[in-house]
């Protein structure tokens, strides 16, 4: 493989990779940013996952080609209804945050799965015949080197999930209902002196991140794995949840740590046909992505600071 | 205090029901145990956490009791044929002796995972038979190790890649590196030299079989430098490089691109539309033959007990899957040749991959 070759092959690999740890890390961030710590970001997806797959099966037939997009929306919505046990539990209740999200994870697969021996009397479903496909943009992948790096063999999702983590910054910073989620995050009480409904914005944020979590797992689920068994979301979650904190709860910063994963799983895979660097022991290549990120983590992005009030339930008129 | 003493009166009534409700389980297999005669034979497993409906190992095993049951005039249900499903690995002891006072004749246990728990169990149930699957438990009499040379259908595999490549280049995909991987990769590797001396492959190991996007990622990198078919032996990461073999065939229908399934017919996943599949052949690993047949042996009397059997292409054990017509005939001939040579004992396909 030549260096062209590399980069070809390394650029797409990494922003497929990255949409759904994209979708599902920008859903953290409002979360995080109201205040609320959302570990439950796996059930979620697995939710997300499991939903839209069933849906997919079962109206594939009447929806065509567009199954897979209404599959994002079930996705979002069934996210959304999910994760309001986190906000009923977490903003209601004042219930420990990261036990409730911990106790959506476990519920998430058990739920998954329990349905998918109910629905289809086995341990995993089948294959979708609709699915995410990937096209070549016209004209712009004529461009030379660019067009072969950034527009052929392009997943609709992965343009969608840049969008939405430009979408989703312009919200968070630029926008009167950014300006509310951010200032509950970081000191509720003056927040809610100031008129602003605490429980109410945090109700919304968990939503959110359940809505845009749920379409992670959708999308990891209908254009990468194709079908659902208990090993489809297998971590993803939690690198999405790392993608975050790596981000410094930016949903910008989540967008390029997420796509440094990608490339640097692309590139554990890629080295393999990289002359001198396929001499080196697999494992190390294996290790790569892991070993990136901790130096990354360590070294490179200085400290990460978490929204003041993240992981503290708020409570009127305490002090 | 008041309290407290609500609650341990709780716990203590808790602990009698669970006492009582085994004395009642206890007695009830008596009472069976008493009625059934004695030349009746019955059969149980026990799953790994896969469950039974994985589509792979422990799916074929009960594929196989509940056919060996069929024949038999056997019922489910105690003194028939039987399965306990593992939903943790502290399952597995509490299962298999669970199924020991059932009183069943054979009990399979399914999967390397279970061999401490097997080993553990035959050692303190020594009057009852086991049958551990694809791991090896030596030197206890009342264990039958039941082991597959899926090399040797890998062999096939390999060859007939090899000769159905058009760019002469392929690639295997592996899960994650060991002994059972390593069978497949050593016989797919042994099975394209010999049909192509020549042929270059390319094989990467995932680290995980449940990683269906590095699974993905792997098999574009595979077909970008030409190679034409990739066998995978990598469970769900293997989903991967079907997505990938489909996506490019649907974007090119000319697009040489074939996947090689592993474990069981893997058809129906590289269904690209109705008329084009991408899945070349399978390597089937026939659990369901050995189990039907290793029931059939201890129902006769001739337990292998303390033995390991290997099933390979003689018992057909292992096998190669319809090729829905891609092969050529020319490749055809040369695989059922390749197969004959394996069988007489004129080939040996090695176990282990080079290094």
Redesign the interface.
């Known amino acids: 493989?030549s260096f062209l070759?590399v980069l070809?092959?390394i650029i797409p690999?990494a922003i497929?990779?990255a949409a759904p740890l994209i979708m599902t890390a920008i859903g953290g961030v409002f979360t995080e940013r109201s205040g609320v710590v959302n570990i439950g970001l796996e059930g979620v997806m697995i939710i997300g996952a499991f939903s839209s797959i069933v849906f997919n099966l079962k109206y594939a037939a009447t929806l065509g080609g567009w199954t897979p997009w209404v599959g994002l929306l079930v996705a979002l919505a069934v996210g959304a209804v999910f994760s309001l046990i986190l906000a009923v539990a977490a903003v209601s209740f004042r219930a420990d945050q990261t036990v409730a999200g911990v106790a959506l994870n476990l519920l998430g697969l058990a739920v998954a799965v329990f349905s998918i021996k109910m629905i289809y009397?086995?341990?995993?479903t089948?294959?979708i015949?609709e699915?995410f496909?990937?096209?070549d943009i016209p004209v712009l992948k004529d461009i030379p080197l660019l067009g072969k790096m950034f527009f052929t063999?392009v997943y609709g999702t992965s343009i969608f999930a840049i969008v939405v983590a430009f979408i989703a910054w312009f919200i968070i910073y630029k926008t009167p209902f950014g300006l509310r989620l951010r200032s509950v995050g970081e000191h509720p009480m003056a927040a809610d002196t100031m008129g602003v409904n605490v429980t109410k914005m945090r109700y919304i944020a968990v939503m959110i991140s359940g809505a845009l979590g749920g379409i992670g797992g959708a999308i990891?689920a209908q254009?990468?794995?194709?079908?659902f068994?208990a090993?489809?979301i297998?971590g993803q979650g939690f690198m999405a949840l790392a993608a975050m904190i790596f981000g410094k709860w930016h949903p910008l910063g989540a967008l390029g740590a997420a796509l440094f994963f990608g490339l640097a799983?692309?590139l554990s895979?890629?080295g393999?046909?990289i002359p001198y660097v396929k001499d080196v022991p697999?494992v190390i290549l294996?290790i790569l992505p892991y070993v990136l990120t901790i130096l990354a983590l360590a070294g490179f992005i200085g400290k990460a600071k978490a929204p003041k009030a993240s992981g503290t339930p708020y409570i009127k008129g305490k002090r | 205090m008041k309290k407290r003493k609500i609650g341990l009166a709780l716990s203590a009534l808790l602990a009698s029901g669970t006492l009582l409700a085994a004395c009642g389980s206890d007695k009830g297999d008596e009472s069976k145990k008493s009625g059934s005669d004695k030349d009746k034979f019955s059969v149980a497993m026990v799953t790994d956490i896969?469950?039974?409906?994985?589509?792979s190992f422990n799916q074929s095993t009960w594929e196989g009791i509940e056919k060996f049951g069929e024949e038999n005039g056997m019922k489910k249900g105690n003194g028939g044929f039987d399965y306990l499903q593992s939903a943790s690995e502290s399952d597995y002891n509490t299962n298999l002796n669970n199924l020991v006072r059932r009183n069943f004749d054979l009990v399979y246990a399914v999967g390397f995972n279970l061999h401490d728990a097997t080993s553990e169990v035959a050692k303190q149930q020594k009057d009852a038979k086991f049958a551990i699957i694809d791991s090896v438990i030596e030197g206890q009499d009342n264990v039958a190790s039941i082991m597959f040379r899926a090399n040797e259908a890998s062999y096939l595999a390999g060859a007939a890649a090899a000769l159905q490549s058009k760019t002469g280049k392929i690639g295997f995909i592996g899960g994650v590196?060991g002994d059972i991987i390593g069978g497949f990769e050593a016989g797919f590797v042994a099975g394209a030299k010999a049909a192509n001396p020549k042929v270059k492959i390319?094989i990467?190991?995932a680290?995980s079989?449940?990683?269906?996007?590095?699974g993905?990622?792997?098999a574009?990198?595979m077909y970008?430098?030409g190679t034409d078919i990739i066998m995978h032996a990598a469970g769900?990461t293997g989903?991967?490089l079907?997505?990938e073999a489909k996506?490019r065939k649907?974007?090119d229908a000319k697009a040489d691109v074939w996947v090689i399934g592993v474990d069981r017919d893997q058809y129906?996943?590289g269904?690209v539309n109705d008329k084009t599949n991408i899945t070349l052949t399978s390597v089937l690993k026939r659990v369901d033959t050995a189990a039907e047949k290793v029931s059939k042996d201890t129902k006769d009397g001739k337990f292998p007990g303390g033995k390991t059997i290997t099933f390979g292409l003689k018992d057909k054990g292992v096998d190669l899957a319809d090729d829905h017509g891609v092969f050529t005939d020319d490749t055809k001939k040369k695989i059922d040749e390749f197969k004959e040579k394996i069988i007489s004992g004129d080939i040996t396909v090695p176990e282990k991959p080079e290094k």
Do not use: H, W
Request: charged share 30%; aromatic share 12%; hydrophobic share 20%.
């Open positions: 493989m070759d070809y092959f690999s497929y990779y009397d086995k341990g995993q089948d294959s015949s699915r496909s990937r096209f063999d990891y254009a990468i794995a194709g079908n068994s090993t489809t297998s799983q692309s895979i890629a393999a046909s697999q294996l | 896969g469950g039974i409906d994985d589509r590196e390319d990467q190991y680290g079989f449940g990683d269906a996007s590095k993905q990622a792997i574009k990198r970008d430098s769900g989903n991967g079907f997505t996506e649907k974007k129906d996943e269904k």
